[in-house]
């Protein structure tokens, strides 16, 4: 059964870091592109960042652009997400995302999400 | 504001059919970048239900049907059901953006 799992969620302060980690289960890691997509309470889904099959290709959404950094380690088969200086816009279930296969951008596998909340 | 627009809201009675639209530009689906469509149910995590404009994930009923053309592309939903009742997201990547966006979201209601 193909799992996604994420950790690392929880309340921090603003101006503050947190690493959100996705541990995966079921599938050959290293054929898929990963993705993390948030959802802020009562709004919609806001797409974040990507990171190719082989981690050589990046994509960062505007709003996280030089604060939030992907990365993934194909020997532990493991998805990362590095959040600086975080905002209290930052608040939000984080989701991981595996791509569908033979595409980047089709998010087939969610995992079931965790919360982060940015306050003082 | 999303790139991608779509309706707040969408709304009809069971067994009718609905359709959805997602509206964008020529940096998105008129560029020919393909559209995704997700079913979000509230506490529970985002569906894919078409991706690359037209095809369904195995498990997806066929009531369920993508379209795109030009910079649109539509969801239509036939014999509504009342477990229909979600939001429901387009998306697509941007080459403006360098990055994939979601519309903005459409709530169906079953009346």
């Known amino acids: 059964e193909v799992q996604l799992v994420e950790s690392g969620g929880g309340l921090v302060q603003p101006g503050g870091s947190l690493r959100l980690s996705c541990a995966t289960s079921g599938f050959t890691f290293n054929n898929y592109a990963l993705s993390w997509v948030r959802q802020a309470p009562g709004k919609g889904l806001e797409w974040l960042s990507t990171?190719?099959?082989?981690?050589?290709?990046?994509y960062y959404a505007d709003s996280v652009k030089g604060r939030f950094t992907i990365s993934r380690d194909n020997f532990k088969r493991t998805l990362s997400l590095q959040m600086n200086s975080l905002r209290g816009d930052d608040a939000a279930v984080y989701y991981c995302?595996?791509?569908?296969?033979?595409?980047?951008?089709?998010?087939?596998?969610w995992g079931q999400g965790t919360m982060v909340t940015v306050s003082s | 504001q999303s790139v991608l627009t779509q309706p707040p809201s969408v709304s009809g009675a069971p067994g009718q059919r609905v359709t959805i639209s997602c509206t964008g530009s020529?940096?998105?689906?008129?560029?020919?970048?393909?559209v995704q469509w997700y079913q979000k149910l509230p506490g529970t995590v985002p569906k894919l239900l078409i991706y690359t404009n037209n095809n369904r994930p195995s498990g997806v009923p066929d009531r369920f049907s993508g379209s795109k053309s030009g910079t649109s592309a539509s969801l239509a939903i036939t014999g509504l059901q009342a477990e229909d009742e979600a939001d429901y997201y387009c998306q697509s990547y941007d080459s403006s953006l360098s990055g994939s966006v979601f519309g903005g979201g459409t709530k169906l209601t079953v009346l």
């Open positions: 990171i190719t099959n082989s981690g050589s290709n990046t």
């Open positions: 020529s940096s998105n689906m008129g560029a020919g970048y393909d």
């Open positions: 995302a595996r791509a569908r296969m033979g595409t980047t951008f089709a998010f087939e596998i």
